[in-house]
């Protein structure tokens, strides 16, 4: 059952977080759409697998095996991730927001030097060369 909350954050997470990192394009309607379709299509295919219909509801695998909403997939995410990276790069490409380009700068800049401001290093006022951090103007 934990490699179902896996498959789950796998689907939902996964390919938001990994293209608004690598992406410029990324938007934000495009991450939650990929969230809300990764989680639930992964929700779906979860309840209509036999992981749910025969290890928690009792059913026997003949019993379902011929039903037409009957998924033979103990873990969805196979499916449900390739799904939400679609949905993800297709929304993306549809829609447009105005200051894309100027956030991933800005995200690209606190992932790679933490969430400091920018500084400018000044020699102390002893002449002996230390540095402290100043407030870029």
Same mark, same amino acid.
């Given at each position: 059952?934990? @490699?179902?909350?896996?498959?789950?954050?796998? =689907?939902?997470?996964? /390919?938001?977080?990994?293209?608004?990192?690598?992406? $410029?394009?990324?938007?934000?309607?495009?991450? %939650?759409?990929?969230?809300?379709? *990764?989680?639930?299509?992964?929700?779906?295919?979860?309840?209509?697998?036999? !992981? #749910?219909?025969?290890?928690?509801? @009792?059913?026997?695998?003949?019993?379902?095996?011929?039903?037409?909403?009957?998924? /033979?997939?103990?873990?969805? =995410?196979?499916?449900?991730? /390739?799904?939400?990276?679609?949905?993800?790069? #297709? %929304?993306?490409?549809? !829609?447009?927001?105005?200051?894309?380009?100027? !956030?991933?700068?800005?995200?690209?800049?606190?992932?790679?030097? *933490?969430?400091? /401001? =920018?500084?400018?290093?000044?020699?102390? $006022?002893? @002449?002996? *060369?230390? =540095?402290?951090?100043?407030?870029?103007?």
């Amino acid at each position: 059952m934990a @490699g179902l909350a896996f498959s789950i954050a796998c =689907a939902a997470n996964f /390919p938001a977080l990994v293209l608004s990192i690598v992406w $410029r394009r990324f938007t934000t309607p495009a991450a %939650v759409a990929s969230i809300l379709i *990764g989680t639930v299509s992964s929700l779906v295919l979860i309840c209509l697998s036999p !992981t #749910v219909q025969v290890d928690v509801l @009792g059913k026997t695998l003949v019993q379902i095996a011929d039903a037409w909403w009957f998924v /033979p997939l103990r873990n969805p =995410a196979i499916v449900c991730m /390739p799904l939400s990276f679609v949905v993800a790069i #297709v %929304v993306s490409l549809v !829609t447009r927001e105005r200051n894309a380009d100027q !956030t991933f700068d800005e995200m690209r800049h606190r992932v790679m030097f *933490g969430s400091q /401001p =920018a500084t400018n290093v000044e020699a102390d $006022r002893t @002449g002996l *060369g230390a =540095a402290y951090p100043v407030q870029a103007t």
